[in-house]
């Protein structure tokens, strides 16, 4: 796999949230920082933080510049007007990574009179090299620039590449977003913690705390999720009583299907604009 030392020049437009998850993963990774320029208008604390910590050169607008990744990472509401400054920067044999919901591979083609596009699906804990890419290549991408996708995805996690570029909003509603479910379960958890009689500080670390031992363990033990809620589960016990609330038929499985749904839904649209 090509290694992010010899990538060459990398252009992040957009160092919010996810942008710079990503960076942080790719500097860890091997990228050189004298290879990595944020392009932000409105560079919120944390890029400022983070440009400052590793000598990155972090400016208002890309003009004048041409990388030879130029990586997407605005929301996809502002897209139209972001295209319109990149003409110049985009050359011929800038290869452009998105990582936008919804935004297709034909529209960024157009806006940028390039067909070099990879579009993917990241999600936050690229922070910490324990993400997850969906990447969907154009047909223009050579095999060399879907290996430099590939280097860039896989410094924040495991990449999975699929050939339909609409599985993608599957992939958004399902992993993208994914992280924000897990958290809404430690508050949910939490919640019912203080509704027992818990202190809420208290709630908050037994809550927090399952999660993150569970997440672990499953990293560690790779049976099914399904035999590791059973070797939980003691006949006839505590976890049964509660697990007959949550799989019920309008238990947990139906609700975050509902969950997703509507993610996914959401990804079409901001797509159609
Ligand atoms: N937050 C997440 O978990 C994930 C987000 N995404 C995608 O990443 C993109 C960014 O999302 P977030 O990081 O959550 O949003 P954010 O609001 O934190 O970051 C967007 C950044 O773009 C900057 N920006 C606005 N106009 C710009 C311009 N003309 N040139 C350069 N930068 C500009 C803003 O100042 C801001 O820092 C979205 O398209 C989203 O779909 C993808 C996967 C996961
Ligand atoms: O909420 C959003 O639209 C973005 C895409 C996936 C996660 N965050």
Redesign the pocket.
């Known amino acids: 796999m090509t290694s992010l030392r010899n990538i060459g020049p990398v252009m992040l437009?957009?160092?919010?949230?996810?942008?710079l998850a990503l960076a942080q993963g790719w500097l860890d990774g091997g990228l050189p920082a004298s290879n990595l320029v944020l392009?932000?208008?409105?560079?919120?604390d944390a890029?400022k933080d983070l440009a400052e910590d590793y000598g990155l050169v972090l400016y208002s607008e890309a003009a004048g510049l041409q990388p030879n990744v130029l990586v997407l990472?605005?929301?996809?509401q502002?897209i139209g007007?972001?295209m319109e400054?990149l003409i110049g920067v985009v050359g011929p044999q800038t290869l452009v990574l998105s990582?936008?919901?919804g935004i297709s591979i034909d529209r960024l083609a157009d806006g940028l009179r390039t067909g070099r596009v990879v579009r993917s699906?990241?999600?936050?804990p690229a922070q910490i090299g324990k993400g997850v890419s969906g990447a969907v290549a154009g047909a223009a991408v050579s095999a060399n620039e879907r290996d430099a996708a590939e280097a860039l995805l896989a410094a924040a996690g495991r990449v999975v590449w699929f050939e339909a570029e609409s599985d993608l909003d599957a992939v958004t509603a399902v992993s993208?977003s994914g992280p924000a479910y897990v958290f809404n379960l430690v508050e949910a958890l939490a919640a019912a913690a203080v509704e027992q009689g818990l202190e809420p500080g208290v709630a908050m670390i037994l809550a927090r705390q399952t999660v993150i031992g569970a997440a672990a363990l499953m990293e560690i033990d790779q049976a099914p999720a399904s035999t590791l809620r059973q070797n939980v589960t003691s006949p006839n016990g505590t976890t049964a009583a509660a697990l007959q609330v949550l799989m019920a038929e309008d238990g947990l499985t139906p609700l975050i299907g509902r969950a997703v749904d509507a993610a996914r839904k959401r990804s079409e649209e901001l797509g159609r604009g």
């Not at 437009?13 to 942008?19: D, F, Q, R, W």
């Not at 990472?73 to 996809?76: N, Q, T």
């Not at 699906?121 to 936050?124: L, S």
């Open positions: 437009i957009g160092a919010g949230k996810m942008g392009v932000d208008p409105s560079p919120s890029a990472a605005v929301k996809p502002v007007r972001v400054s990582i936008m919901a699906m990241p999600n936050t993208g």
